[in-house]
Nanobody, 121 residues
Framework: QVQLVESGGGLVQAGGSLRLSCAAS????????MGWYRQARGNERELVAG???????NYADPVKGRFTISRDNAKNTVYLQMNSLKPEDTAVYYC???????????????WGQGTQVTVSS
């Protein structure tokens, strides 16, 4: 069984920083995509940042220059460094990975449990 476990969320003041982590455990052969999404109360879930197996990255416009996505392939872990946080960053943040469990498997999609990030003014 593959599981994604997130950590690092919490309550911070505007201008502060947080570092989110998402580690995949279980039988994993390869990971083709890692990404972070967020969903604020009453809003749709949106892509925040993504990174491919080829190290190509993309960011949503509101977080460009403030957030950085990175990965550790040996640990099957993706990180999101969030600096200069603003109250509008408040949301539940979800990790997503596309991966295969062995060379014979097609790629499947997995989600983390979500972690709350709250930024006070």
């Amino acid at each position: 069984q593959v599981q994604l476990v997130e950590s690092g969320g919490g309550l911070v003041q505007a201008g502060g920083s947080l570092r989110l982590s998402c580690a995949a455990s279980g039988s994993i052969f390869s990971i083709t995509f890692m990404g972070w999404y967020r969903q604020a109360r009453g809003n749709e879930r949106e892509l925040v940042a993504g990174i491919t197996s080829g190290s190509s990255t993309n960011y949503a416009d509101p977080v460009k220059g403030r957030f950085t996505i990175s990965r550790d392939n040996a640990k099957n872990t993706v990180y999101l460094q969030m600096n200069s946080l603003k109250p509008e960053d408040t949301a539940v943040y979800y990790c997503k990975m596309r991966l295969s469990r062995d060379p014979r498997d097609w790629v499947s999609q997995y989600w983390g449990q979500g972690t709350q990030v709250t930024v006070s003014s």
